[in-house]
């Protein structure tokens, strides 16, 4: 259930998520959807959490077994690619398309929204930060800036996928993150497939044991 308004919340945002829209894509009534959440701003909590356990088993953990440093960090950013270019959620990428929803509207929501993409952010400026001091990457600009850029761009590209309904944008991404960080247009590690390889209808697996969704924010409650 959680899931399913993820998705939807992709499409038409947070703020346009109803407990109806919910219990209709499931196919339930609206007192089922109800019962597990009483309230709107419960089912978008709920849709958060979903979110962030999806994008941890599509995006965090399969980088996870990239070493640290510029292999992880190009791990994450290619997981990332092809999280959206898999169409996990059908918006794209889930923070991207709700962010601008709550980023002037403090509460719990924004809580959320805001202390999952911090996490996000602080994943690759760690990376960013161990392949500096490995002198793998340059000493200037410093990680934050460089995860800020990075994460900049990626956004851009998912707006802009959205809007021409092409890949293109994610491929002009590919090659600015690459020219930034000095590697190959495709920012994948060579033994690294795409985290989506065996099929794009199946659907996002759990976090596995080894990863948890306080990788990239906070859990919060939900029945599915």
């Not at 993409?117 to 800036?145: C, F, K, N, T, V």
Request: charged content about 20%; aromatic content about 4%; glycine content about 6%.
């Amino acid at each position: 259930m959680a899931e399913q308004a993820a998705a939807l919340a992709s499409v038409h945002g947070l703020s346009g998520l109803t407990l109806s829209e919910v219990a209709g894509a499931l196919g339930v009534s609206k007192s089922s959807v109800q019962a597990a959440y009483a309230t709107k701003e419960a089912v978008q909590l709920a849709a958060v959490a979903a979110a962030t356990d999806v994008f941890v088993a599509e995006v965090v953990a399969p980088a996870h077994a990239q070493p640290e440093g510029l292999p992880r960090l190009s791990a994450l950013i290619e997981a990332w690619f092809d999280y959206v270019e898999r169409r996990v959620f059908p918006g794209g990428c889930f923070m991207v398309a709700t962010l601008a929803d709550f980023d002037s509207r403090p509460g719990p929501v924004r809580d959320a929204l805001a202390a999952s993409r911090q996490r996000w952010l602080d994943l690759l400026e760690r990376d960013a930060a161990i392949a500096q001091s490995a002198g793998h990457l340059p000493s200037s600009p410093p990680a934050a800036m460089l995860a800020f850029e990075i994460d900049a761009l990626l956004a851009a590209a998912n707006v802009s996928r959205n809007l021409s309904d092409t890949t293109e944008p994610l491929a002009l991404a590919r090659s600015l993150i690459a020219l930034r960080l000095g590697t190959t247009a495709d920012t994948r590690p060579p033994d690294m497939p795409p985290s989506g390889a065996s099929s794009p209808d199946t659907p996002p697996p759990s976090a596995p044991s080894g990863a948890s969704s306080d990788d990239v924010g906070p859990r919060v409650g939900r029945t599915a």
